[in-house]
């Protein structure tokens, strides 16, 4: 029945029923200490640390109320279980209200007393594990675990830092694909908010048009065909939090029009109902789009793009900010290391030369993925470019500059001074470029930011 282990203060001033109930803990498997009273049970909570309390309500000196009230005051987690005679219940109530976790009434059922205290102990092991978890995501998520030395990087933080004081104001963070949006969302989340609440994350591009409003505000039991049962949620779900509405770009126009309001009035109805519902969040959106042109189009609406935009970010990508790789590759060898339970060797210069080289289209995320690639198929003393996968990429060895180097520095490409059409202008470009990367089409492509295959058709 103990599936952990756990140490129990019994409180009782009658000594037979103290130790009746010390016994059946003790043959349920558990430590046990014996209070003969509130005074004594308070000793004991200064001197020892306890998973579970069960307390007589009627004790001379102190009793249980009083006991439960100076508990609450040292841990407010700790579940208390008050323990009342026949025709108390009442008492037994008016202590639930103040924080109890349930009653047991004497005499005592063994099984009775076993279920209700396996419950209380299930209660308090999952809270402890959801403070535990949520003190490692702070941890985690925090401002300084985002690694820069970039100068438009820093001032970028500075920035969202000071919004943290604000727990009301919206921001939007911009970014391409991978930069880390929502790492800083959270950063700025548990800056502004503490443990206690939660993140809640939505991405509007993976969430059906026809779900997106019941996703988003809930709904009630009957509002459509199939809503068997009241739901919550997301703006209910992130109360006294963060709601971070990722890819909000690629919101439907349908909705729009209802964010809006949500925003500007901080309230919103559940789908089916009349009652108005006060929003209680931080809303966070990010996208890795340009909605000004978004609005331009017609996609997007230009009173929630002014809505949305009162705090913008902008997170450069990666190779504006080729200063951070190398910092960044360490930290992310040692959270592979961990991860991946094995030494891990360090990146080769001729490596290292090949990612500082390399634009990172995918960003932060795809340089983690080309680490973890490489972490497991490493041997060696130092990561190779091939185990990176970034030979047909770049290439570059110690000494020498790049192709793209190369080409800005050396090269100099030839333009007929004869009139040309447009197409054999192109073809002259695309050969000479060739030429400049060495028959390297993938290079050639990656330096005029053109499809490999354009070499095939022209």
């Known amino acids: 029945m103990n599936t952990y282990p756990s140490t129990i203060l019994a409180v009782d001033d009658d000594e037979v029923s103290l130790n009746v109930l010390s016994g059946l803990l003790e043959r349920f498997g558990f430590t046990v200490f014996s209070a003969p009273g509130g005074i004594r049970a308070l000793e004991l909570l200064r001197q020892h640390e306890f998973d579970l309390i069960l307390s007589d309500l ?18 407010a987690q700790i579940p208390f279980i008050v323990v009342t005679a026949c025709g108390s219940i009442e008492s037994a109530v008016a202590a639930i209200r103040l924080g109890a976790y349930d009653y047991l009434e004497k005499p005592f059922n063994p099984d009775g007393l076993q279920l209700t205290v396996k419950r209380a102990l299930d209660y308090h092991h999952a809270l402890s594990e959801n403070r535990r978890i949520k003190l490692y995501l702070q941890e985690q998520f925090t401002f300084q675990n985002i690694i820069t030395v970039n100068s438009a990087m820093k001032a970028m933080l500075e920035m969202a830092a000071k919004v943290t004081s604000s727990p009301h104001t919206t921001v939007t963070i911009y970014g391409e694909s991978g930069t880390g949006k929502e790492l800083l969302a959270r950063a700025i989340h548990f800056a502004s908010t503490g443990l206690p609440t939660s993140f809640v994350a939505v991405n509007c591009a993976a969430i059906p048009e026809q779900l997106m409003e019941s996703e988003l505000f809930g709904h009630v039991k009957g509002a459509f065909t199939g809503a068997e049962m009241e739901r919550e949620g997301k703006f209910s779900q992130a109360r006294n939090g963060t709601l971070l509405l990722d890819e909000i770009g690629e919101m439907p126009l349908s909705l729009q029009a209802k964010l809006l309001r949500t925003l500007q009035e901080r309230t919103f109805e559940k789908i089916g109902s009349n009652t108005t519902v006060p929003l209680a969040c931080r809303v966070i959106a990010a996208t890795n789009t340009n909605l000004p042109q978004r609005v331009e189009s017609g996609s997007f609406r230009e ?23 190398r910092q960044i590759c360490e930290y992310m060898l040692a959270e592979l290391q961990q991860h991946l339970g094995k030494s891990l060797p360090d ?18 995320r795809e340089l983690r993925n080309r680490l973890e690639r490489a972490a497991i198929l490493s041997s060696g003393d130092l990561i190779t470019p091939g185990q990176l996968g970034l030979q047909e990429e770049v290439l570059t060895s110690p000494g020498q500059s790049t192709a793209a180097d190369s080409l800005h520095t050396t090269y100099t490409l030839k333009i007929p001074t004869q009139s040309l059409s447009l197409a054999a202008l192109t073809s002259q470009i695309l050969s000479q470029t060739l030429e400049c990367c060495r028959g390297n089409k993938s290079k050639a492509a990656h330096l005029l930011k053109i499809d490999r295959k354009k070499f095939y058709r022209d």
């Open 58 to 75: 009627r004790m001379p000196e102190m009793d249980g109320i009083e006991l439960l009230e100076k508990v609450r005051e040292r841990d």
């Open 303 to 325: 009173d929630l793009y002014h809505r949305i935009n009162v705090f913008p970010l902008h997170i450069p990508p990666l190779r504006e900010r080729k200063d951070d790789i």
């Open 347 to 364: 990146i080769s210069p001729k490596a290292m030369d090949a990612i500082t080289g390399y634009d990172w289209p995918g960003n932060v």
